[in-house]
């Protein structure tokens, strides 16, 4: 049974880091397309980052170009979201997605406050 579980939200101050895990099961993330995409209150979900299902080719969304990284662990088959220097714009669900065959986390919350 294919599964994704996000994990790593929380509350940060702007300026801070937070890092997204998703640990797949039931498939290996190494041979998978897949994605971060994120959900602000009142607006459509968003893609923010996706990585290629062969070798570590990755795409951002222009807001968080240069802040945010996209990367896979194989050994513990979890794809990972490191966020650098926070801002209140990015307070949203963040939701893990492989690509193909399509799959959906639950998602994890992330806030921006001071």
């Known amino acids: 049974q294919v599964q994704l579980v996000e994990s790593g939200g929380g509350t940060v101050q702007p300026g801070g880091s937070l890092t997204l895990s998703c640990i797949a099961s039931?498939?290996?993330?190494?041979?998978?397309?897949m994605a971060w995409y994120r959900q602000a209150p009142g607006k459509e979900r968003e893609l923010v980052a996706n990585i290629a299902s062969i070798g570590t080719g990755t795409n951002y969304a222009n807001a968080v170009k240069g802040r945010f990284t996209i990367s896979r662990d194989n050994a513990k088959n979890t794809v990972n979201l490191q966020m650098n220097n926070l801002k209140p714009d990015d307070t949203a669900v963040y939701f893990c997605r492989r690509l193909y065959p399509d799959a959906w986390g639950q998602g994890t919350q992330v806030i921006v406050s001071s």
């Open positions: 039931g498939f290996t993330v190494i041979n998978s397309p």
